[in-house]
């Protein structure tokens, strides 16, 4: 067993079916590594550029109306403020600067409040920083923290093995995914070793080795396969480009960044954690129920898996809706106000790109379910051919909570039938030796 992931006491699984999986995972990881290797990106990438300017932090220590002469002419019902913060870091730490001013702002700010602040770079600029953004790395490290922590409350050593999965998938993504795309390499290959090493690392870190999670990892290979090749299908079927987001136009002006590719990349590694989720539920459950009932047969097995498939899909397709509906809220509420109709709301090339990307995803998702269940049977076996008790032997003798053989072993009347293969005279009552009498 993996440490932080405790199954309980493992399913039977033949040392023959243990050597396949390892050999099979083994080859899909040496395949993962070796794409990687050749994949790898170079340590200088000159596809880069400076989304803005120096970013500093600072505080707000006063907050003051705008003079007369900043406000324009004929605009007194406006309001502007300007706001004068310290900078906290840098070669101009500690020491008090005025912003540009605020007109009509959305914002609001109050003494203390923490900024990110944009050093202006020309010399003859009448201000040397200007607003950038709220600092929210304390709250956002506090929220971290509280996560961690509830993980491994909740989990115990399981939920520190899982956040040791999910800085594996971090780093996988930081290290690897990011600068090579960056680079110009072809997207899919990079989102397929990409998808490929998260499953290996995250899957076997998070529950440890042993055969339910090698199951896990296989079904998630075959379902992102089939995931692929049906993106590729209907990205080329649909015709879309690729730059239905601003973003994508910053990113085409970096170098040879293939903005098209990224779409399919965006898809494969997102229905990677609802598959991650998916299999190891079906395996596991597969394990779980050869465990509670060793005699039942492959059929039942896959019969029972397929039950619990069926409600965790229902759920899981949902929450997938729902999380891309989330996401682009405020967009569909931008085409609601224009009152567009809703086929052309879904045929606007962001609305599609979003429909592709779940529905491929969803499809990917619902064949993973029979695609882990039936490996998980396969693997642990049929237990409806195990050694039965033969008709006319005697059962085997009970053991005692303590493991003792008890000195003598009462058996009920129907174990009694069913060993000797006889009917016992039934007893008879006392009421019935009464009314015998009466009938003489």
């Excluded at 990205?235 to 690729?242: A, D, K």
Aim: charged share 15%; net charge negative.
């Amino acid at each position: 067993m993996g440490a932080g992931h405790d199954h309980g006491a493992e399913a039977p699984v033949d040392a023959t079916t243990r050597r396949v999986l390892a050999v099979l995972v083994a080859v899909c990881a040496l395949i993962a590594v070796i794409a990687a290797a050749v994949t790898w990106p170079s340590s200088e990438n000159e596809n880069t550029f400076n989304l803005g300017a120096d970013l500093f932090n600072g505080t707000v220590e006063r907050v003051i109306e705008c003079p007369d002469d900043v406000v324009p002419q004929g605009a007194d019902d406006i309001d502007c403020f300007v706001v004068q913060a310290e900078v906290t870091e840098g070669i101009d730490a500690g020491q008090l600067f005025e912003l540009p001013p605020f007109f009509q702002a959305r914002v609001s700010f109050e003494p203390g409040d923490e900024l990110v602040l944009a050093k202006i770079a020309d010399p003859d600029a009448p201000f040397r920083y200007a607003f950038s953004d709220r600092n929210r790395k304390s709250p956002l490290l506090l929220l971290t923290a509280v996560f961690a922590i509830a993980v491994v409350i909740l989990g115990g050593l399981r939920g520190a093995s899982a956040l040791a999965g999910l800085a594996s998938t971090v780093l996988i993504l930081g290290f690897y995914t990011l600068p090579a795309l960056l680079e110009g390499q072809s997207a899919l290959p990079i989102a397929c070793v990409t998808a490929a090493l998260i499953a290996v690392v995250a899957l076997y870190t998070s529950h440890g080795l042993n055969p339910m999670t090698t199951v896990a990892v296989l079904g998630t290979l075959l379902a992102l396969a089939l995931t692929v090749v049906l993106g590729q299908v209907f990205i080329e079927l649909t015709q879309l480009s690729g730059f239905a987001t601003e973003e994508s136009f910053y990113i085409e002006g970096v170098g040879d960044v293939d903005v098209r590719g990224l779409l399919l990349a965006g898809l494969v590694i997102g229905a990677l954690g609802a598959l991650d989720d998916m299999t190891v539920t079906q395996a596991s459950v597969i394990f779980e129920l050869r465990r509670s009932n060793p005699s039942s047969s492959r059929r039942q097995l896959f019969a029972s898996g397929m039950r619990v498939g069926r409600d965790h899909v229902a759920s899981t397709v949902n929450t997938l809706f729902l999380a891309y509906v989330g996401a682009a809220l405020p967009l569909l509420l931008l085409f609601s106000v224009g009152q567009l109709p809703t086929v052309d709301i879904a045929n606007s090339e962001i609305i599609a790109t979003e429909i592709v990307r779940t529905l491929v995803g969803s499809i990917g998702l619902v064949a993973s379910v029979p695609l882990t269940t039936w490996l998980a049977v396969r693997v642990v076996g049929d237990g409806s051919n195990g050694p039965k008790v033969k008709s006319g032997q005697r059962p085997p003798k009970r053991r005692t909570a303590t493991g003792e053989m008890p000195t003598s072993v009462e058996f009920s009347a129907a174990e009694i039938e069913a060993a000797s293969g006889s009917t016992p005279t039934p007893k008879r009552s006392r009421w019935s030796s009464v009314r015998d009498g009466i009938d003489d």
